[in-house]
């Protein structure tokens, strides 16, 4: 389970896809970033665009800012501070896309590779469940608040229908409290 936890704390979502970054995945196979992107571009007709793309520069940077703010940012931390060279950072990071983590397997063939490929893969799954869930419980609120606008009206119907009857009780109140005028039967 702390696998899956590492794991899911380095998954991004950028460009509306879930991603995993380069560093985070040599990381996770234990090998160098560089390697890892020497194996892909060895093999880059595997890794079309929507398996794998180069972050932007504003990307990078918006991504560096928000895991500088969460409290589990080191990975990207560590990333950023070992991807400077002399004039800023070198290479903008890769990210890959779940079909892109899928085709590394085929291409990374040691046993940690395959067995964390495994688990990565199995996080998507699960990242993808509670996603799933939170759809759900979004639509089952959606519900609860039409029926509580429902009910909203149909209290302010009944409020209004006894403001009626208490202010025509009050009318005949008045009405039969009245000072009478003219002439009174003294039988």
């Given at each position: 389970?702390?696998?899956i936890q590492?794991?899911?704390?380095?998954?991004?979502?950028?460009?509306?896809?879930?991603?995993?970054?380069?560093?985070?995945?040599?990381?996770?196979?234990?090998?160098?970033?560089?390697?890892?992107?020497?194996?892909?571009?060895?093999?880059?007709?595997?890794?079309?665009?929507?398996?794998?793309?180069?972050?932007?520069?504003?990307?990078?940077?918006?991504?560096?800012?928000?895991?500088?703010?969460?409290?589990?940012?080191?990975?990207?931390?560590?990333?950023?501070?070992?991807?400077?060279?002399?004039?800023?950072?070198?290479?903008?990071?890769?990210?890959?896309?779940?079909?892109?983590?899928?085709?590394?397997?085929?291409?990374?063939?040691?046993?940690?590779?395959?067995?964390?490929?495994?688990?990565?893969?199995?996080?998507?799954?699960?990242?993808?469940?509670?996603?799933?869930?939170q759809s759900?419980?979004?639509?089952?609120?959606?519900?609860?608040?039409?029926?509580?606008?429902?009910?909203?009206?149909?209290?302010?119907?009944?409020?209004?229908?006894?403001?009626?009857?208490?202010?025509?009780?009050?009318?005949?109140?008045?009405?039969?409290?009245?000072?009478?005028?003219?002439?009174?039967?003294?039988?």
């Amino acid at each position: 389970m702390q696998i899956i936890q590492s794991i899911q704390n380095r998954i991004y979502e950028i460009r509306g896809e879930r991603v995993m970054l380069d560093k985070d995945l040599a990381d996770l196979y234990e090998t160098e970033t560089k390697r890892l992107k020497e194996a892909v571009n060895r093999n880059i007709k595997r890794f079309p665009s929507d398996f794998m793309f180069q972050l932007t520069k504003e990307e990078f940077e918006g991504l560096r800012f928000q895991t500088e703010t969460s409290k589990n940012g080191d990975s990207l931390r560590t990333q950023i501070a070992t991807s400077k060279g002399r004039g800023g950072s070198r290479y903008l990071p890769y990210a890959f896309t779940e079909q892109g983590v899928a085709m590394l397997s085929g291409i990374l063939n040691s046993d940690k590779a395959i067995n964390m490929n495994i688990a990565i893969m199995r996080t998507f799954v699960e990242v993808r469940k509670v996603l799933l869930k939170q759809s759900d419980l979004k639509v089952q609120l959606k519900e609860i608040r039409d029926r509580l606008g429902e009910h909203d009206a149909q209290l302010n119907q009944i409020y209004d229908a006894m403001e009626n009857l208490l202010d025509e009780k009050a009318a005949e109140r008045k009405w039969n409290d009245r000072e009478r005028v003219g002439f009174k039967n003294s039988s």
